[in-house]
């Protein structure tokens, strides 16, 4: 009976699209790797890492007319995004992001074994 | 009563198609401004669904992806300030 009182480790598969200051492109491995240690801390991990490049923005940011876009895929304990969230907001040099969940229920047992078929 | 009948006729001969419902390969996704830009007007505003057709469910994911997008600079907010 009380097993059923232990505290469940919910993981969630997220992506998140951000822009990364254009002036500032020397430091980009710096904010991933920053991004690799909120994610790990909660016990996460970072599936893919898709590098846009430098893009032309619709509209100026920050006065800016270029950002250089990443894309990245992860999954983590649900309460993930709320660490990762404050820190592009800390951050100057991302511009702009957006997190957008793409598994409410994920389990990385499963994930392991989809690689494997592959 | 004739003339009713036939102007309701005129506006029915029209048969609207959704692309999204035909092409299941066809996916609304805010990272692919290109497939979202033919559904905003000149002026960059999302064009209704009486006009393209699409359905509802579909309209609904698409203001949502084309939200997204703007955000993310990958479509205008307005399109109309050019960038010097």
């Given at each position: 009976?009380?097993?059923?009182?232990?505290?469940?480790?919910?993981?969630?598969?997220?992506?998140?699209?951000?822009?990364?200051?254009?002036?500032r492109l020397d430091e980009k491995d710096q904010?991933?790797?920053?991004?690799?240690?909120?994610?790990?801390?909660?016990?996460?991990?970072?599936?893919?890492?898709?590098?846009?490049?430098?893009?032309?923005?619709?509209?100026?940011?920050?006065?800016?007319?270029?950002?250089?876009?990443?894309?990245?895929?992860?999954?983590?304990?649900?309460?993930?995004?709320?660490?990762?969230?404050?820190?592009?907001?800390?951050?100057?040099?991302?511009?702009?992001?957006?997190?957008v969940k793409l598994k409410e229920r994920f389990?990385?047992?499963?994930?392991?074994?989809?690689?494997?078929?592959? | 009563?004739?003339?009713?009948?036939?102007?309701?006729?005129?506006?029915?001969?029209?048969?609207?198609?959704?692309?999204?419902?035909?092409?299941?390969?066809?996916?609304?996704?805010?990272?692919?401004?290109?497939?979202?830009?033919?559904?905003?007007?000149?002026?960059?505003?999302?064009?209704?669904?009486?006009?393209?057709?699409?359905?509802?469910?579909?309209?609904?994911?698409?203001?949502?992806?084309?939200?997204?997008?703007?955000?993310?600079?990958?479509?205008?907010?307005?399109?109309d300030v050019e960038m010097e």
């Amino acid at each position: 009976m009380f097993e059923l009182l232990k505290p469940v480790k919910r993981f969630r598969k997220w992506e998140s699209l951000f822009i990364i200051h254009p002036e500032r492109l020397d430091e980009k491995d710096q904010v991933l790797e920053k991004i690799k240690q909120i994610v790990e801390s909660k016990e996460g991990k970072i599936l893919k890492i898709d590098e846009w490049g430098l893009r032309k923005l619709a509209y100026p940011i920050q006065k800016k007319k270029q950002g250089y876009y990443v894309l990245i895929e992860f999954y983590g304990l649900a309460d993930l995004t709320k660490d990762l969230e404050e820190f592009f907001r800390i951050d100057e040099r991302v511009i702009r992001f957006i997190i957008v969940k793409l598994k409410e229920r994920f389990n990385p047992a499963e994930e392991s074994a989809e690689v494997k078929e592959n | 009563m004739n003339d009713i009948l036939n102007i309701k006729r005129r506006f029915l001969s029209r048969k609207k198609i959704c692309k999204f419902c035909v092409d299941p390969n066809l996916k609304i996704d805010y990272k692919n401004p290109e497939i979202l830009r033919s559904f905003l007007n000149e002026k960059g505003m999302i064009i209704h669904r009486k006009q393209t057709g699409t359905c509802a469910y579909h309209q609904r994911k698409l203001s949502i992806a084309i939200k997204r997008a703007r955000i993310m600079a990958l479509l205008p907010f307005v399109a109309d300030v050019e960038m010097e």
